[in-house]
């Protein structure tokens, strides 16, 4: 059993940065893939960024590329994502997902993903 926990939200202004954080418990954890995704209200879950096992791979959602960085920590169990010129419309609650997907586009879905944390409110003011 894997256990998600984000951390690292908050309140930011337009333009700033923040760091989130998450911490992964359990078994075999550094095999798994790890990702971010997003839900603001009223819409769906989006994808923002991804990473492989070892780290040697990484995804990124067009909207953030170039702002956002995933990385996973030294001994694997946790991973960051940095967020830079953060954009009012890109408040929203942000998961973090742990897995094993096959592909480039499971990687990207929703559904590559098996285990996820309960969030982290991140609100950009404008």
């Known amino acids: 059993q894997i256990q998600v926990e984000e951390s690292g939200g908050g309140m930011v202004q337009g333009g700033g940065s923040l760091r989130l954080s998450c911490a992964a418990t359990?078994?075999?954890?550094?095999?798994?893939?790890m990702a971010w995704f997003r839900q603001a209200p009223g819409k769906e879950r989006e994808f923002v960024a991804a990473?492989?096992?070892?780290?040697?791979?990484?995804y990124y959602g067009d909207s953030v590329k170039g702002r956002f960085t995933i990385s996973r920590g030294d001994a694997r169990n946790t991973v960051y994502l940095q967020m830079a010129s953060l954009k009012s419309e890109e408040t929203a609650v942000y998961y973090c997902?742990?897995?094993?997907?096959?592909?480039?586009?499971?990687?990207?879905?929703?559904?590559?993903?098996?285990?996820w944390g309960q969030g982290t409110q991140v609100t950009v003011s404008s």
């Open positions: 359990g078994r075999s954890f550094s095999a798994y893939a």
């Open positions: 990473i492989s096992w070892n780290g040697e791979n990484t």
């Open positions: 997902a742990a897995g094993r997907p096959w592909s480039e586009s499971d990687y990207r879905t929703s559904q590559g993903y098996n285990y």
